[in-house]
């Protein structure tokens, strides 16, 4: 149980210390608004029209692609490390998991997520 207990010592000094500074900040700095200083600004050039940028849900879907296959490759190199002498059933459920995000790929890419016209 004191393994634990430092784990939760070490959470509730981070939360602490977080708190704490975020407090001190918002207490300490200076508070001068100005409709000038909270107007959008676009490199010195005053705003013309919405600000707002529409942007196409392929780049949403590819951007969680590459999350996705970049958090596999943080999945499958410590099990290569750690499962060398594990047999037959380490590779079988890696193969099982890396199937899954075939699968996952596959659907992406015949639904059209992978174009870019």
């Given amino acids: 149980m004191s393994a634990y207990a430092v784990v939760f010592a070490f959470v509730i000094v981070g939360v602490g210390?977080?708190?704490?500074?975020l407090l001190a900040?918002?207490?300490?700095?200076?508070?001068?608004?100005d409709p000038r200083k909270d107007s959008t600004y676009e490199c010195g050039i005053p705003a013309v029209g919405s600000t707002e940028v529409k942007l196409n849900i392929r780049f949403h879907s590819f951007a969680l692609l590459f999350v996705i296959f970049d958090v596999e490759i943080l999945?499958?190199?410590?099990?290569?490390?750690?499962?060398?002498?594990?047999?037959?059933l380490p590779?079988?459920?890696?193969?099982a998991f890396l199937g899954i995000l075939?699968?996952?790929l596959a659907f992406a890419w015949r639904k059209g997520a992978l174009s870019w016209e």
């Fill in 17 to 21: 210390f977080a708190a704490v500074t």
């Fill in 25 to 33: 900040a918002k207490l300490l700095r200076p508070s001068r608004p």
């Fill in 75 to 88: 999945y499958v190199y410590p099990w290569a490390v750690t499962a060398r002498g594990g047999g037959l």
């Fill in 91 to 95: 590779l079988i459920e890696m193969g």
């Fill in 102 to 104: 075939f699968l996952g």
